[in-house]
T-cell receptor
Framework: NAGVMQNPRHLVRRRGQEARLRCSPM?????VYWYRQLPEEGLKFMVY????????ESGMPKERFSAEFPKEGPSILRIQQVVRGDSAAYFC????????????FGAGSRLTVL | GQQLNQSPQSMFIQEGEDVSMNCTSS?????WLWYKQDPGEGPVLLIA?????ELTSNGRLTAQFGITRKDSFLNISASIPSDVGIYFC????????????FGKGTRLHILP
C-alpha cells in the first residue's frame, strides 16, 4: 500500500553541483505536482506534470530547474548548479485525475546546499 | 499572483482549549482544503470542501467553505497534544485545471 514515494529523503550538495530528486506517485496516479517549502514558509507550487507532458510550470525558476515525468519511471526534479538559496524541502504530490483537487503528498526531500 | 492569507501565523494554547484558524483571499475558489504537517513529514489532508456554505466535520475538526467562496475556517475542539503541528489551508481556483495554492500555515503549539 505504498503512497507517494520520494527519494532521497535528505540530500547534501556543494554549491555548483547538481541535485536530482525523485518521486514515484501513488499506484494508479498519473499526475504529479512538485512544491517547495522554505523554513517557516508554506508550500510554493513549482510544476504540474502528466506522463511525458508538462502541464503547468509557472512556479519553476527560469534557470537551473527542470522537471520530467517519463512514460516509465519516477518523476524527477533536477536542479543544476545549486546555490545556497536552493536549500529547502521539496515535496511531491500525486493525483489520479486531471485538475484533481485532492493531492496526496510524499514525505519530502530535504536539500541542503553547503 | 493569487494568494491565500492564513491567520493566525502561530497559536499557543492550553490542552483542552478550542482552536480556530482561517484563510481569506481576494480570488474565488471552487475547492478549499485543510492539511496538517507534522515535523519532517509531508502534509496530510484533513478536510476537503467543495461547495459554498459547506460545513464538514472530521472528528474534533470542523471546517467551512465561506459563502463568498473567498474564505474558509478550521476549528479544532478540545485540543490534545497530538494536534501540535502546522495547519495549511489550500485552494483550487475556479478553473479546475488550475494548480492548488497553499497558505503560509498556522503553527499550533500546546503548552504543558
Amino acid at each position: 500500500n505504498a503512497g507517494v514515494m520520494q527519494n532521497p529523503r535528505h540530500l547534501v550538495r556543494r554549491r555548483g553541483q547538481e541535485a536530482r530528486l525523485r518521486c514515484s506517485p501513488m499506484k494508479g496516479h498519473s499526475h504529479v505536482y512538485w512544491y517547495r517549502q522554505l523554513p517557516e514558509e508554506g508550500l510554493k507550487f513549482m510544476v504540474y506534470l502528466q506522463k511525458e507532458n508538462i502541464i503547468d510550470e509557472s512556479g519553476m525558476p527560469k534557470e537551473r530547474f527542470s522537471a520530467e515525468f517519463p512514460k516509465e519511471g519516477p518523476s524527477i526534479l533536477r536542479i543544476q548548479q545549486v546555490v545556497r538559496g536552493d536549500s529547502a524541502a521539496y515535496f511531491c504530490a500525486s493525483s489520479a485525475l486531471s485538475g484533481a483537487n485532492v493531492l496526496t503528498f510524499g514525505a519530502g526531500s530535504r536539500l541542503t546546499v553547503l | 499572483g493569487q494568494q491565500l492569507n492564513q491567520s493566525p501565523q502561530s497559536m499557543f494554547i492550553q490542552e483542552g482549549e478550542d482552536v480556530s484558524m482561517n484563510c481569506t483571499s481576494s480570488s474565488i475558489f471552487n475547492t478549499w482544503l485543510w492539511y496538517k504537517q507534522d515535523p519532517g513529514e509531508g502534509p496530510v489532508l484533513l478536510i476537503a470542501l467543495y461547495k459554498a456554505g459547506e460545513l464538514t466535520s472530521n472528528g474534533r475538526l470542523t471546517a467551512q467553505f465561506g459563502i463568498t467562496r473567498k474564505d474558509s475556517f478550521l476549528n479544532i475542539s478540545a485540543s490534545i497534544p497530538s494536534d501540535v503541528g502546522i495547519y495549511f489551508c489550500a485552494g483550487q481556483l475556479v478553473n479546475r485545471d488550475d494548480k492548488i495554492i497553499f497558505g503560509k500555515g498556522t503553527r499550533l503549539h500546546i503548552l504543558p
